[in-house]
Nanobody, 126 residues
Framework: QVQLVESGGGSVQVGDSLRLSCGAS????????VGWFRQAPGKEYEFVAA????????FYGDSVKGRFTVSRDNAKNVVYLRMNSLKPEDTAVYYC???????????????????WGQGTQVTVSS
């Protein structure tokens, strides 16, 4: 089992950058797939990014490709989401999620992840 805590959210201006962190407890975190999802008010969860256990495979939602970068430091039990060139439509609560048994084709499906953090708010103002 793993517990996740997100941090790094905040209120920024258009074009600014933020780095979110997803800290995890549990000795086996390095074997978990980690996904980032976001949810804006009144909307469904949107897939943002995912990273496999060793960080060699990363995936991104179409709306963030080229602007966001996901990475991980297994020695520190942390996964990062670097967000550049932020836009108002990036405003949402951002969640990290982890799963140790996921099909490679399902990394963008929120329902495939068993463990979730509490979320961190990101607000981008124009």
């Amino acid at each position: 089992q793993v517990q996740l805590v997100e941090s790094g959210g905040g209120s920024v201006q258009v074009g600014d950058s933020l780095r979110l962190s997803c800290g995890a407890s549990g000795r086996t975190f390095s074997s978990y797939y980690v996904g980032w999802f976001r949810q804006a008010p009144g909307k469904e969860y949107e897939f943002v990014a995912a990273i496999n256990w060793n960080g060699l495979n990363t995936f991104y939602g179409d709306s963030v490709k080229g602007r966001f970068t996901v990475s991980r430091d297994n020695a520190k039990n942390v996964v990062y989401l670097r967000m550049n060139s932020l836009k108002p439509e990036d405003t949402a609560v951002y969640y990290c999620a982890a799963e140790d048994d996921i099909n490679m084709s399902d990394y963008d499906l929120a329902q495939e992840y068993d463990y979730w953090g509490q979320g961190t708010q990101v607000t981008v103002s124009s």
